[in-house]
C-alpha cells in the first residue's frame, strides 16, 4: 500500500505515528507539505523509523515521486489540509499528484467538504470521507467514516484499517449524518475539555487550589470513563447506582435538571452540525 498526504499537519502526523506502529503493508509514505518547519520536523520524527519498518519515507513541497505516482490506481491519497485550502489543493495540484487524485483512492479527513464536491474538484469518485478528532494524537480517537457508493468493499475495509492505525471506527449510512459525527465526536473533545474547566473552577470557588482541584476533576472523568467500559451497565444505569436518594449526588443532578443540562447539551450539538452543514454549502 502506497500512501500520499496533502497537508502535514497534526492530524496528518497523527496518522503517519499510528501507520508506522501498525503492521498494516505499507509501501511508501509521501507528504505533501509547503511549510518548510513542517517538512523537516515530519522527517526528522519519521524517516528514521519509517526504514526500520522497510517503509520509504519522504517529503515534498509540492509534489510526488514519480514512483507513486506510476502506482496511481493503488495508492490513497489523504487529503488533510485545511477545508478552506482544499480546492486550491485538489484544483491546482501537480501533474503527479493530479494523476493520484483522479486515479488512485482517497481518504478526505476534512470537516464540511462533501463527497460530491471533492468529485468535482478531483474528477474521482472513489472517496471516503473520514471524520477524526484529536485523541487520534495519543492513539485514543475515533473516526466516523462515509463511503461513496462506487467505493469497492476492499477499498471500504483498507479506509477502515488506516484509521483504526489511531482508533476505532465507525461507519456512516448517509453522508447527511457525517454533520452529527462532526458535532458529537469531532468537537467532542473540547466539550470535555470545557467540562473539566468548568469543574476545576467551580472547585476553587468552593476553596480548593487550583492544583487540587484540577487533579481531583481529571481523575474523577478517567475513572468514570474506565469504570463505564469495564462496566456492563449503561451510562444512565451507573449514575442510578452512585445516586442516593436524598443525598449530595442527588441534589446536584438535580440543579443540573433544574438548569436544563441535558437541552444545553442537544443545543450545542445543533449547532455544531448546523455550522457543518453551512461550511458543506459554503465549500461547493
Avoid at 522527517?43 to 519498518?53: D, E, G, M, N, P
Avoid at 468529485?119 to 485523541?135: E, F, L
Avoid at 449530595?248 to 452540525?273: K, N, P, V
Wanted: glycine letters at 10%.
Amino acid at each position: 500500500m502506497n500512501l500520499c498526504f496533502l497537508g502535514g499537519g497534526n492530524m496528518a502526523s497523527a496518522l503517519i505515528g499510528g501507520f508506522l506502529d501498525s503492521h498494516m503493508p505499507i509501501t511508501q509514505i509521501h507528504v505533501v507539505e509547503p511549510a518548510t518547519q513542517t517538512r523537516d520536523a515530519l522527517t526528522q520524527r519519521f524517516l528514521a523509523k519509517a526504514k526500520t519498518k522497510g517503509i520509504e519515507f519522504s517529503t515534498d513541497a509540492r509534489d510526488c515521486p514519480a514512483s507513486i505516482a506510476a502506482q496511481a490506481p493503488h495508492v490513497w491519497i489523504i487529503l488533510a489540509v485545511k477545508p478552506q485550502q482544499m480546492k486550491e489543493a485538489c484544483t491546482q495540484a501537480s501533474t503527479h499528484i493530479k494523476a493520484l487524485l483522479t486515479q488512485g483512492h482517497i481518504l478526505s479527513i476534512a470537516a464540511g467538504i462533501s463527497v460530491d464536491t471533492l468529485s468535482a474538484w478531483c474528477g474521482n469518485n472513489k472517496i471516503v470521507r473520514a471524520m477524526p478528532n484529536t485523541p487520534a494524537l495519543v492513539g485514543g480517537g475515533v473516526t466516523g467514516l462515509f463511503g461513496a457508493g462506487t467505493v469497492s468493499a476492499l477499498a471500504r475495509q483498507e479506509a477502515a484499517q488506516l484509521m483504526q492505525a489511531v482508533g476505532q471506527t465507525v461507519w456512516i449510512d448517509q453522508e447527511s449524518l457525517m454533520d452529527a459525527v462532526t458535532a458529537l465526536s469531532g468537537s467532542g473533545p473540547a466539550y470535555v475539555f470545557r467540562f473539566i474547566e468548568a469543574l476545576t473552577q467551580a472547585g476553587e470557588q468552593l476553596g480548593l487550589s487550583r492544583e487540587q482541584s484540577g487533579i481531583l476533576a481529571i481523575q474523577t472523568l478517567e475513572g468514570a470513563l474506565a469504570l463505564l467500559k469495564s462496566s456492563e451497565d449503561s451510562p444512565a444505569q451507573l449514575r442510578e447506582k452512585v445516586t442516593s436518594k436524598g443525598g449530595t449526588t442527588a441534589a446536584a443532578l438535580a440543579s443540573l435538571d433544574e438548569a436544563g443540562f441535558m437541552d444545553i447539551i442537544a443545543q450545542a450539538l445543533r449547532a455544531a452540525r448546523d455550522r457543518g452543514t453551512e461550511m458543506s454549502r459554503d465549500f461547493r
